[in-house]
């Protein structure tokens, strides 16, 4: 089956502690994507990146970094420097560049509490 | 920068009946718009995509709709069911990737 998993599912660490979210990705797309979602609030992009060894940082970067050393994957790491780290992460993929007919796929995310 | 509203929040309807869902957005320089289901505790499950260039797409008893020039879309659902019951997500695409998220209608169908 094609698609995006993201382990795992649910996360839980004690403040001041990194912690690395794994995303993969099996449908040979270019382009991934790490977005963070908060009750009651619209998906907010972290970074994204189009292509193996390079990314860049969306609209909350601060407190996160990425790597993308292969295609299929993209981990998140979620520092200590984030301030409110609590919420559900949601990884997505698209080709890249992305026709107008394109869709973004997400996978099933990770519920990260930290405390 | 994009801004995406949803109304309303959230919606409680009973089964059977014929519902719409609103978006509207502000920048109406977009390349498409994605309606999006997502139920509990998961991930976003794509509905409906429409380009800029059309005015609906239709997908099964779902049909959504774009107004590019006022900035507006419409997500249709005929004879809602109770597995409809779910979060909502629209989300337009300004740039060569960026989707701007609104928060979301809430839909709970009572059987």
């Known amino acids: 089956d094609g698609g995006i998993t993201q382990s795992p599912k649910y996360l839980f660490r004690k403040e001041g502690q990194n912690v690395t979210l794994s995303c993969e990705q099996n449908?040979?797309?270019?382009?991934m994507y790490w977005y963070r979602q908060d009750p009651g609030q619209g998906l907010r992009l972290i970074y994204y990146s189009q292509i193996v060894n390079d990314f860049q940082k969306g609209d909350i970067a601060e407190g996160y970094s990425v790597s993308r050393e292969k295609k299929e994957s993209f981990p998140l790491t979620v520092t200590s420097a984030q301030k409110n780290p609590t919420a559900f992460y949601l990884c997505a993929s698209s080709i890249f560049p992305i026709p107008n007919s394109y869709e973004q796929y997400f996978g099933p995310g990770t519920r990260l509490t930290v405390t | 920068k994009q801004e995406v509203t949803q109304i309303p929040a959230a919606l409680s309807v009973p089964e059977g009946e014929n519902l719409v869902l609103n978006c509207s957005f502000t920048?109406?320089?977009?390349?498409?718009l994605q309606w999006f289901r997502q139920d509990p505790g998961k991930g976003l499950t794509s509905l409906l995509l429409?380009?800029?260039?059309?005015r609906e797409q239709t997908s099964g008893r779902l049909n959504a709709s774009l107004d590019k020039s006022s900035g507006r879309s419409t997500l249709y659902i005929a004879a809602s069911q109770p597995g409809d019951s779910a979060t909502y997500l629209c989300?337009?695409?300004?740039?060569?990737?960026?989707?701007?998220f609104g928060k979301g209608t809430k839909l709970s169908v009572i059987p």
């Open positions: 449908l040979n797309h270019d382009a």
């Open positions: 920048d109406s320089a977009i390349y498409n």
């Open positions: 429409i380009q800029s260039s059309q």
């Open positions: 989300a337009p695409r300004a740039g060569s990737y960026q989707l701007t």
